[in-house]
């Protein structure tokens, strides 16, 4: 079945903000990338800001849902685990150029208040998934576990740039995993 024309103009502003940043690309570039008139785009989103705001809430709602259904879907004592390794087929097929949401908070700190809380809320999410992740394998007497998995996995965000996916990942799995089995063996 054919995307709808809003699917259509949600998918291609997503990969132009991503791929050239939320100030670079213009209207013009949407529409033209989408192959719809101005008209349309803005009978479904009423301005720029708009469509940014939408942009981000599906990406980052396709990112919690693949969270959720590896944390739903993992062995007792392996939530934690699982959300790591969800993260990082994130990172893999989904965000090889960095985190858009750490592109948004950068590019509209002094802009849009709007859009930079909405970045930063979905930041907010990750790490209470992790913390219900350390919660759900008794691993929560360890203070300041899951903060610390979400500065390794936020690092991973940022140096795939840099080091390339599989570096990024391949470290980001021995830290996290050094993490993990430092707070199974202080289990009581």
Known sequence: MPASKRDQLLATAERLFYEQGFHATGIDRIVAAAG???MTLYNHFTSKEVLIIAVLKARHERFIASLDTAAASAAPGQVTQAIVEA???WLEHCSQQGCIMV?????FAEHSTGIYDLAMSAKTDFLARLEAGVARDGLDHHVGLARRLFVVLEGSNTTVALLGVQTALSDTREVTEALLSAARRRIP
């Open 36 to 38: 719809v008139v101005r």
């Open 87 to 89: 993260h990082g087929r």
């Open 103 to 107: 592109k948004a908070m950068s590019e």
